[in-house]
């Protein structure tokens, strides 16, 4: 990476926070509809780990999506899926399901979590832009031995998502906010350096153990998020633990958001024309969906 290359400082940390959603899942958001605009492209990120069955058993019905990206990432356990276009299976340990509603889309997740009865896993939503809001419905389904992992010096280990570290390419392809999604693990002791692209947003949430994000920064622990501000290197260093973490960037919008539950367009005329066809039973445009399977 050039000299001259700028570190990102920190712009936020705090600990994702309790919430109940779909039916009854008690999960952690780490940000959401609060957060606006500052993790744009990206809407709201969901942590729903939990060693008990019960806190996440009643899932997430059938409900409509229009206008965003959702990235299904399972770390443990199972999410059984269907959608209205005749599209279903299971999302297993160390799986990725990114997909794109476009148009619209009626589906269900519904967790079944290990024979153990632990569920560990994360949503991240993504924002479309306004000229892509309405294309086609898509998936892309990526099974773990699919995921390349990237190794490092000091026992550094990516498994590479979306993206490029090292010139190991993630799986995700042609996305149009073009991200980066890494699931990085960072051994006691170390330090790393990772160059990330200028004009882009860039966040860390902590998913084991603690690290810190900048020179001089405390240790973010276990379901902290990370918000960095402008540069061109991410900084990580870990003392006597070792740290997990999930970084993720992408291209910011800059576009107007008119946000309600699970449809996100530009506008409130938009919003609520979705409504309406849904209530009409014309919410679902493409009879067929593209699947891209890895």
């Not at 990516?158 to 999604?181: F, L, M, Q, T, W």
């Not at 402008?230 to 070792?242: A, D, F, L, M, Y």
Request: aromatic fraction near 10%; hydrophobic fraction near 40%.
């Amino acid at each position: 990476m050039p000299a001259t290359a700028t570190v990102r400082t920190l712009l936020k940390t705090w600990a994702s926070s309790p919430k109940l959603e779909g039916a009854g899942v008690h999960l952690r958001r780490a940000f959401g509809f609060q957060e606006l605009p500052q993790f744009d492209p990206f809407l709201m990120l969901d942590d729903f780990r939990s060693d008990t069955p019960s806190d996440y058993l009643a899932g997430f019905p059938w409900h409509p999506h229009r206008g965003i990206e959702t990235i299904t990432y399972v770390l443990d356990g199972d999410v059984e899926h269907q959608d209205s276009l005749g599209n279903g299976g299971v999302i297993g340990s160390g799986d990725i399901q990114w997909m794109t509603a476009g148009s619209g889309i009626l589906h269900q997740e519904m967790p079944k979590g290990s024979k153990k009865g632990s569920m560990y896993g994360f949503q991240l939503w993504a924002n479309l832009p306004a000229a892509h809001k309405m294309m086609d419905p898509r998936y892309r389904d990526v099974k773990s031995g699919m995921v390349p992992v990237a190794k490092e010096a000091d026992g550094i280990e990516i498994r590479v998502v979306a993206g490029e570290v090292a010139g190991v390419v993630g799986p995700v392809k042609d996305i149009v906010i073009d991200p980066e999604y890494l699931d990085v693990t960072v051994p006691p002791h170390v330090l790393w350096n990772h160059p990330v692209k200028a004009g882009h947003t860039v966040f860390a949430y902590v998913i084991d153990g603690e690290a810190s994000f900048a020179p001089g920064a405390a240790p973010s622990p276990n379901q902290t998020l990370v918000l960095f501000g402008r540069g061109e290197i991410v900084r990580v260093e870990t003392q006597s633990r070792s740290a997990r973490f999930l970084l993720v960037a992408g291209k910011p919008l800059g576009e107007p958001i008119a946000w309600y539950g699970p449809i996100v367009m530009n506008t409130r005329d938009q919003i609520r024309e979705a409504f309406e066809e849904y209530e009409k039973g014309t919410f679902v445009k493409k009879s067929g969906v593209s699947g891209i399977k890895s």
